[in-house]
């Protein structure tokens, strides 16, 4: 078995197992992917605005070291794992997670959204916050060496 059929079969397996555990409460795969949406969206929105407005703490590389985990396990899957799963539990591939809303807008100036565009959508976003990380960590540096005690 090639690596892709294997990270297929992976991805396939994983979203099959959490479609018949959710479906068990829901009744319903829309409402199941909705869920696995706001979890996503919520982890994420919850790492992002602490790397942005949080201190640079245990909790901050915390944060930093979790995103540095969900990037190389985008780079395995090329692409996101949980924006695959819940293409497959809402059975479309019209959906790209948060940026979504931002690829119907492009689709609207006529622009074809292709995998590459994906990609490099994706790849400006994770440069910008690996600048905000750095930026931050600097910052805090700086700070803590010119502090009177």
């Keep these: 078995m090639s690596s892709l059929e294997y990270k297929k079969k992976l991805v396939k397996n994983l979203s099959k197992n959490i479609e018949n555990f959710l479906f068990k409460y829901t009744k319903n795969n ?8 706001m979890i996503h969206w919520l982890v994420m929105y919850i790492v992002y605005m602490y790397i942005l407005l949080g201190n640079a703490n245990i909790f901050y590389y915390l944060c930093c070291a979790f995103l540095v985990i969900t990037y190389m396990l985008h780079i395995y899957f090329s692409g996101c794992i949980l924006i695959r799963i819940e293409r497959i539990i809402w059975n479309t591939d019209k959906w790209w997670g948060i940026w979504t809303l931002f690829f119907l807008f492009l689709q609207k100036l006529g622009i074809r959204i292709t995998k590459t565009l994906t990609n490099y959508t ?7 916050v690996t600048i905000i990380i750095a930026l931050k960590i600097l910052i805090s540096n700086k700070n803590k060496k010119f502090k009177i005690n």
């Design 122 to 128: 994706y790849t400006i976003w994770v440069i910008y």
């Design 30 to 37: 829309a409402i199941s992917g909705y869920i696995v949406a």
